[in-house]
């Protein structure tokens, strides 16, 4: 059974502040990992993919990669009350029918 | 990114009744595209997984004779709701990608079902 764990928060930052949100995944022949970000009330929107290890930088959002870890994390800088948001982390697998599987997400609040 | 779109975005129906939504990307040619369900501050739930052409497969306790899904394009995926009840009433999310471990997947808009 493929997990993937997050941290249901909610995860409360000051505005500007850095947010880092973090998740970690049971097989360890993941290979494509995603964060999306979940408002209430609508459907998640993609706002990273990583593949390999290390950071990968897009605007405020940074994601990072540990395999032998397993982890992955997404930091998000300044961060803005418009952020407040569920995140919602996503991996894939090689093999079988390639359903990513999502965590339950964490929700994060950005208060001014 | 591309560009899945969902409908109706939100319909309300009587109880007994089916309600069919849409699926397209618009796009790119998704050969698989999934539906999830998601209740009030839970998570989504996958429901079951469609390839282009062939039947779905369903996670376990979702029941295929009232979640009837059609795939019968490369663009196109449809669920109906077969003889909805309000317990029935939720978010109805699809989502479609190119098969493929690195590729990612793309959500439509969403449907709220609400039956009366």
């Known amino acids: 059974q493929k997990e993937v764990e997050q941290n249901s928060g909610p995860l409360s930052v000051p505005e500007g502040a850095i947010a880092s949100l973090n998740c970690t995944y049971s097989d360890r022949v993941s290979q494509s990992f995603f964060w999306y970000r979940q408002y209430s009330g609508k459907s998640p929107e993609l706002i990273m993919s990583i593949y390999s290890n290390g950071d990968k930088e897009d605007g405020r959002f940074t994601a990072q990669l540990n395999k032998a870890s397993q982890y992955v994390s997404l930091l998000i800088r300044d961060s803005q009350p418009s952020d407040s948001a569920t995140y919602l982390c996503a991996v894939n697998t090689p093999g079988g029918s390639y359903i990513p599987t999502f965590g339950r997400g964490t929700s994060l609040i950005v208060h001014p | 990114g591309a560009v899945v779109s969902q409908h109706p975005s939100w319909v309300i129906c009587k109880s007994g009744t089916s309600v069919k939504i849409e699926c397209r990307s618009l796009?790119?040619?998704?050969?698989?595209m999934f539906w999830y369900r998601q209740f009030p501050k839970q998570s989504l739930m996958l429901m079951a997984t469609?390839?282009?052409?062939?039947?779905?497969?369903?996670e376990q306790g979702v029941e295929k004779d009232k979640f009837l899904i059609n795939h019968a394009s490369l663009t196109l995926s449809t669920l109906t709701v077969t003889s909805a009840h309000p317990e029935d009433s939720s978010f109805y999310i699809c989502?479609?990608?190119?098969?493929?471990?690195?590729?990612?997947?793309?959500f439509g808009q969403g449907t709220r079902l609400t039956v009366v």
């Open positions: 796009d790119f040619q998704a050969t698989t």
């Open positions: 989502s479609a990608s190119i098969r493929g471990v690195n590729t990612e997947a793309f």
């Open positions: 469609s390839n282009e052409g062939s039947k779905a497969t369903y």
